[in-house]
C-alpha cells in the first residue's frame, strides 16, 4: 500500500503545524484541493517550509495581473481541467498528451526546495512533483535536441492579464537539456501534499531550484525540444537584465540592484536579511554544469 503523505510527513513539517494549520485556512477559501500521496526525496533540503499562506498569497503570475496580491484573487477562475499539454519537436513520440498521461508513471515526491526569485526575497516551498528526465525519456529524446522550450497557456478569457500588451504571450521558458535532465528539475503538479494551488500554476509548473523563479515556468502547456537556444519572455522584455541562464549567483549584479542577499519571506517586518548562496545553494549538484562558462556573460 501507498504510504500517505501524512505518513511521510518530514520533520520540518511537523514542526511547523501552526504555520501549516494558518495556511490551510487560506485554502480552505478556495475550492477543495485533492491531497496527494508522495514519498519524501533525498533532494529535499533541510531548511523549515514558508507557510502555505506565504506560498500562496504572495506571487508572481502576470497572467492574473502584476501585483503579488492579484494571482490569489484572480486565478480561481482558471479551468485546470482538462488539461493538456503538446510534447513536440525532437521527440520520437510528439503529441497531444492528457494531463493523466503526463504524470502516469512518473514517481511523485515532496521536495522541499530553496526558492529565490530575481527581486531579492526568498521562501522554501514543500513541492510535490516528479523529474522532468523521466517524462522526456519516456517521450524519447532525439540526438539533435540541445533546448527545451516551454509555453503557458494562452488563454485571456480566464486570465486577464493578457489583455496587456506588456509581455509578448503566451509567457515563454527554456532551459539547456542538460539542465532539463538534471535530478533536481522537476514538473510540480502540488505543494503541501495538495494540488498546486492555481496562483501557484495548476495543474502542471516547472520548478528549477539553483535558478531564479522567474524560470519556474507556470500551467504548461507545451514543452519543445528543440536544437537552438528558445526565446523566454523576460529576456524578450529586458535581455540587458534577464539572461538565458538566470542562475542564481550572488557575484553577478542585476543591473538595478545587488544580488549578493535576500529577503527570506514570512520572517516578519524586522527579520534579517540573510547571503544568497551561489546556486541558491545548490553548487555541489550544478556547478559542474556550467564548468567553462564565464556566468558574467552567460547570466
Ligand atoms: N509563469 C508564468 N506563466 N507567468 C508568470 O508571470 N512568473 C515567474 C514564475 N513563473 C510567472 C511564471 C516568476 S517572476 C516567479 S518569481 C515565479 O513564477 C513565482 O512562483 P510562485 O508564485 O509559485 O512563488
Redesign the pocket.
Known amino acids: 500500500m501507498p504510504l500517505k503523505w501524512s505518513d511521510v510527513t518530514p520533520k520540518p513539517l511537523s514542526l511547523n503545524r501552526r504555520q501549516l494549520i494558518a495556511g490551510a485556512a487560506t485554502l480552505l477559501a478556495s475550492p477543495a484541493l485533492a491531497r496527494i500521496e508522495a514519498a519524501p526525496s533525498k533532494y529535499s533540503t533541510d531548511a523549515e517550509p514558508n507557510s502555505l499562506e506565504d506560498?500562496s498569497t504572495y506571487?508572481?503570475?502576470?497572467?492574473f495581473g502584476t501585483g503579488k496580491g492579484d494571482?490569489a484573487a484572480y486565478a480561481g477562475g482558471l479551468t485546470v481541467d482538462p488539461w493538456s499539454v503538446v510534447i513536440d519537436g525532437l521527440v520520437d513520440k510528439p503529441g497531444t498528451y492528457d494531463l493523466a498521461d503526463v504524470v502516469k508513471g512518473q514517481p511523485l515526491e515532496e521536495r522541499i526546495y530553496r526558492?529565490r526569485?530575481v527581486e531579492a526575497w526568498s521562501m522554501v516551498v514543500p513541492w510535490i512533483g516528479f523529474q522532468l528526465s523521466g517524462l522526456l525519456e519516456r517521450v524519447g529524446v532525439q540526438p539533435g535536441a540541445t533546448f527545451v522550450a516551454f509555453e503557458?497557456l494562452l488563454r485571456p478569457e480566464e486570465m486577464p492579464g493578457q489583455a496587456s500588451p506588456f509581455i509578448d504571450w503566451p509567457?515563454r521558458e527554456g532551459l539547456r537539456l542538460d539542465e532539463a535532465m538534471h535530478p533536481l528539475t522537476i514538473l510540480a503538479t502540488g505543494l503541501y501534499g495538495e494540488e498546486m494551488p492555481k496562483?501557484?500554476?495548476a495543474p502542471i509548473r516547472l520548478v528549477v531550484p539553483w535558478k531564479y523563479?522567474?524560470k519556474?515556468?507556470?500551467?504548461i502547456v507545451r514543452i519543445s525540444l528543440v536544437d537552438k537556444m528558445p526565446l523566454t519572455t523576460w529576456n524578450m522584455l529586458q535581455p540587458q537584465e534577464y539572461g538565458f541562464y538566470s542562475n542564481v549567483n550572488p557575484k553577478v549584479d542585476h543591473p538595478r540592484w545587488s544580488q549578493a542577499s535576500e529577503r527570506p519571506l514570512g520572517g516578519g517586518l524586522f527579520a534579517g536579511r540573510q547571503d544568497t548562496l551561489m546556486f541558491n545553494g545548490y553548487e555541489a549538484e550544478v556547478a559542474s554544469m556550467y564548468a567553462g562558462q564565464d556566468l558574467a556573460v552567460d547570466y
Open positions: 506560498i506571487n508572481n503570475f502576470y497572467e494571482p526558492f526569485c503557458t509567457y496562483q501557484n500554476g523563479g522567474f519556474s515556468i507556470k500551467s
